[in-house]
């Protein structure tokens, strides 16, 4: 069992930077592929970013590639999301999701443990 508690959203303008954690709680978090999602107002929940157990392999989709960056801490139980050149469009909240799989995961019903959610929001 894992338990993600998400933090460091806010407000920024465009262009600007935010960096979030996930802290997991839990001895097996090291074993856990991890994902942050975001869903704005009226649209589905999408995956913005993926990686594996121990860091070796990301996925980003074409949204935030290039601006978005995961990373992970094992030995603080931590997953991270540095968002840079923030648009507008990126305004949602974003959420931690951590899977059984040690693999990078990037469909959605696989994820089996999630956060409460941290806003982000981007003012043009």
């Known amino acids: 069992q894992v338990q993600l508690v998400e933090s460091g959203g806010g407000l920024v303008q465009a262009g600007g930077s935010l960096r979030l954690s996930c802290a997991a709680s839990?001895?097996?978090?090291?074993?856990?592929?991890m994902g942050w999602f975001r869903q704005a107002p009226g649209k589905e929940r999408e995956l913005v970013g993926a990686i594996a157990w121990n860091g070796s392999n990301t996925y980003y989709p074409d949204s935030v590639k290039g601006r978005f960056t995961m990373s992970r801490d094992n030995a603080k139980n931590t997953v991270y999301v540095q968002m840079n050149s923030l648009k507008p469009e990126d305004t949602a909240v974003y959420y931690c999701a951590g899977t059984e799989s040690v693999r990078t995961v990037v469909v959605r019903r696989s994820y089996d443990y999630w956060g409460q959610g941290t806003q982000v929001t981007v003012s043009s």
């Open positions: 839990g001895r097996t978090f090291s074993r856990h592929a």
